[in-house]
């Protein structure tokens, strides 16, 4: 399981000139490491509901204070503002939550509550939390184990590019019954026929 997404993303929308500007100008001023000016500007977005880059600069704020970029690290914060974006379904949010909830970083372990995270972000596209919510399938971890729910997880994830859901689509093929991979890969082909075209999400 790879560790969280420590990244500032990009998003390039249609929005309101301003809202749009100040959001720009925010990850423009991250860029050049004036954070607090980059922050300030993030909480100017994230304080307008009018602003389709709301949640995203939200989640930005979260994960300045969860690395310590440019400020003093501080996982109370973070947490606070992944809540938050989490709250808005922002999906690299919920992934982040998620992490947090199964580790037990700075909250108590909850696996059931990471396998909702992860459920609602894969939903969203997350390749990341597709792959870990696989994962949580395959072990039992968080919810009921299941392998073919796993197998068709880890397709997925593979398809969003997580390269090591390789090893466990072989190592679940050669667990279940010819009666079943049949099956699975009956499914399997709708499933990519539907997938297989659409890229992962666009981030910096």
């Known amino acids: 399981m790879k560790n969280k997404l420590l990244i500032i993303l990009v998003f390039f929308l249609i929005s309101n000139p301003v809202l749009s500007e100040n959001y720009f100008e925010a990850l423009d001023f991250f860029n050049k490491k004036q954070i607090n000016k980059s922050i300030q500007l993030f ?22 204070y969860d690395n310590g970029y ?13 809540n938050i974006a989490s709250d808005m379904n922002n999906e690299f949010a919920m ?13 108590n372990k909850d696996a ?3 396998f909702e995270l992860y459920t609602k972000s894969a939903d969203k596209g997350h390749p990341q939390a597709t792959f870990n919510l696989a994962n949580m399938y ?26 090591e859901s390789e090893y466990y689509i072989k190592l679940i093929s050669e667990n279940l ?11 399997n082909k709708k499933l990519i026929e539907k997938k297989i075209d659409l890229p992962a ?3 910096e």
């Open 43 to 64: 909480q100017k977005v994230a304080s307008n509901p009018e602003s389709s880059y709301q949640d995203k600069a939200i989640f930005n704020l979260a994960v300045i």
């Open 70 to 82: 440019g400020v003093r690290t501080d996982k109370t914060k973070a947490l606070y503002y992944y």
């Open 95 to 107: 992934y982040n939550l998620g992490w947090m909830y199964q580790v037990g970083e700075n909250l």
């Open 112 to 114: 059931v509550r990471a």
């Open 138 to 163: 395959y072990s039992g971890e968080g919810t009921t184990k299941d392998l073919e729910t796993a197998y068709r997880l880890f397709l997925e994830s593979k398809i969003r590019g997580i390269k």
């Open 177 to 187: 019954s010819f009666e079943e991979m049949n099956y699975l890969n009956e499914e």
């Open 201 to 203: 999400p666009t981030i």
